[in-house]
């Protein structure tokens, strides 16, 4: 088994939905969730808040800083995100595409680092 | 049989059965290689089953191999080759020969559609084909390196995301049939008018129509596999006589149809017979189609292409169709109607459009217009053979 992101490219510029269309994704991406977790493909997953609430930490030698925002200023950044169990590159795709239906996004499918899954397994 | 014969006909098939073997595509590379390597040095005459010997001793070495690395993907092909040989309970030295549904797997995996076009060109074409990179290099005008770049990542995004080494399911099949007929299609297209210099580089288009039979034999009930290899071989059949002995391009009416391949032309019309019976048109049995009406009889029966371009275009309505139905509107209607047709037709880049034009101006005595589209034809080709063509229109104005 190899694990993947799965993160939803969202564009914070945009203006925001209806009330009624935010309700509609929520209830696609919970009934996604649901099959993700009786699939036991289910890790971890959730959305994320806007980049304005965003601070990056630097730790270099002995300093650390702060900065208030996102690392990068992108117009489409992570909105939310799944950590998947899948076989191979065609049912992590598969996820993916019912994914990007129920949130209304494009969604990056990225894999872990093979050797992370050999530890675990 | 020479080894040259052994290697382009076992290569693809050796390359894929190593990799099932060894669950790594470059470990199947080198060990095909070195197997090959071993052959060269020990055969006079090739054995009576060279893919089997082959195979065998690829994987031989690749034990060998493997026993003295210890790298995570030596590691992983070495648990591999041993639940292999459990499994079965044989010794590994048995004769193991090339499977075919190895092959059906490998193209599948080369031309996912999570990698990018020439890529998927590349990849085929090296790992099925036995292509070297310079081969490619040259045939797709991209620098050496980026070949070899394009590859090297290409085996890497198959490994590090898990790109699966597997027929696609029936549900999935249509969508990932797709990419695999149009890369046969363009390394074809490729080869019969090359996008510089010469006209046409055989090579490609030999290999294509090779890709294709096994493809076609592979997946016998799949009519749009049937459709595109019917359509290489239509096409195929009338190559010799599209180059005249100055390198010359010659036009379909022109050429001398004792040239063609009949026997090309004999199983490339029983392909589409073949396809009209199961009635499950797509686009390449279209155009099979149509090259079946272009090389029936002494002439083209223009008002047949043109019902059947008329068709193709219902069913994949892109500018390219309306441009070649352009041609037979012109032979049906006149060429008024058909440039008529080709207004608002956009395809920025593409010599054939003006070219099309020009001649359809020019046959209407529209001589200034026709120059002036002859000009812009001129300057987008890049294939010698097909400026020198135009250049004589344009002066025999």
Partial sequence: MKHYLLA?????????????????????????????????????????????????????????????????????????????????????LAWAEKCSRACGGPIEVRPFDDETDAAEA | MDLESVYRAEYGRCVATLVRLLGDISLAEEAVQDAFAVALDKWDEPPPNPGAWIVTTARNRAIDRLRRESTREARHAQALLLHQTDEHGTDELREVGPVRDDQLRLIFTCCHPALAALAQTALTLRLLGGLEVPEIARAYLVPEATVAQRIVRAKKKIRDAGIPYRVPGADELPARLGPVLTVLYLIFNEGYTSTAGDLVRTDLCLEAVRLARELAGLMPDEPEVLGLLALLLLAEARRPARVGPGGELITLGEQDRSLWNRQLIGEGHDLVRRCLRRNRPGPYQIQAAINAVHTDGPATDWSQVLALYDQLLALSPNPVVALNRAVAVAEVHGPAMALATLEGVELPGYHLLPATRADLLARLGRAAEARAEYDAAIALTGNDAERAFLLGRRDRL
Avoid: C, H
């Fill in chain 1, 8 to 92: 939803v490219q969202f564009d914070y510029s945009a203006p925001t939905l209806p009330d009624d269309e935010i309700q509609t994704v929520y209830g696609d991406v919970e009934r996604v969730n649901e099959e993700l977790q009786k699939s036991g493909a289910w890790v971890f997953g959730g959305g994320l808040l806007g980049p304005d609430s965003a601070t990056v930490v630097r730790a270099q030698g002995g300093n650390t800083t702060m900065t208030d925002g996102p690392y990068a200023e992108a117009k489409e950044t992570i909105g939310g995100f799944w950590v998947i169990r899948a076989a191979d590159l065609d049912e992590a």
